[in-house]
């Protein structure tokens, strides 16, 4: 009786991390989740590093690799823009995502200024955008994975065909325009989650120095361990943090950085990771405000990190 008991309570654990939501997971769950003998159970695992040969090197069981800068490409000459629905919709079929699959989306896991888990975010929102509602990042990235003793593969994997809801969530980006007069309105925030420096215009990377009037500046990395930039701190770490910066559930948030993979992180993290109810994108973000509109649009430099001590 107990015996069975034990199983009934691992199979309803495992049966409660496959519900449809989107979240971070456990390397020691989603090792759960792969050694599932039913391989129709087990999730779509999708390896977003850009590195190829680091695939080549180890990866996890059954990870196919999807190299998030697959997803972007230029676009009326900005760079790294996000490609249109048809052709984003036609990788991750290639891919196998699929609808009524948990999708396991990673990256590997080190201290800054390695950012690989900004891949696994990226992947993320897409998938979500184009309508997919049963997502982990897996919490750790391959690092974690290794340090729990778990090995890894250098097989290639590839997904069958995937399936893709008819209706994705195009809300859940805004344009330029929605960004620019967000911070202009009561309860709003726009957030930039880039490095304090680049905020402040103190760079050699952007056409144009500074951020979008009205930001403020909070790094993604204050949100990850210092160890592993791919694992989330605990929640009432991350909370306090936020909170220190103003950055609280009942604001109208709007998130965004360089190219989008920053600020991919923070709205993960606020509205999937902390469950805050009103959160978007400006996918476009920094490289493209700076282009648009003859390069007329208004910038500020300076200023300070939210919350800074």
Known sequence: MKTTTIASTLLLALANLASAEIGILSAADAKKLLDDP????????????????DYFRGHLPAAHHLNFDSLRGTDRAVP?????????????????AHQDRLHLVYATGAALPHDEILSASMVAYVLEKAGIKNIRILDGGL???????FAPERDYFGNSPGKLPAKGA?????????????????????????????????DDVWLRKGHIPGAISFHWARLMEKDNTHKFRPLDQAKAEL????????????????????????????????????????????KEYVWLHGKSLPVETGGTAAGAN
Not at 143 to 149: F, I, S, V
Request: glycine fraction near 10%; hydrophobic fraction near 35%; charge should be positive.
């Open 243 to 286: 909170e220190k910066a103003g950055i609280t559930p009942d604001k109208d948030i709007i998130c965004y950085c360089g190219t989008s993979r920053e600020g991919s992180l923070l709205y993960f993290t606020l509205k999937h990771v902390l469950g805050y109810p009103k959160v978007r994108l400006y996918e476009g973000s920094w």
């Open 80 to 96: 790294v823009q996000y490609l249109p629905s048809d052709l984003t919709r036609s990788l991750l079929l290639r891919a196998g």
């Open 143 to 149: 690092a974690e994975w290794q340090k729990q003793g």
């Open 170 to 202: 195009p809300a859940i980006a805004v344009d330029a325009k929605t960004a620019q007069a967000h911070p202009s309105k009561p309860g709003s925030l726009l957030i930039d989650a880039r490095p304090l420096n680049e905020f402040q215009g103190d």
């Open 38 to 53: 039913s391989p129709a159970r087990r999730p779509v695992v999708l390896d977003t590093r850009g590195g190829y040969k």
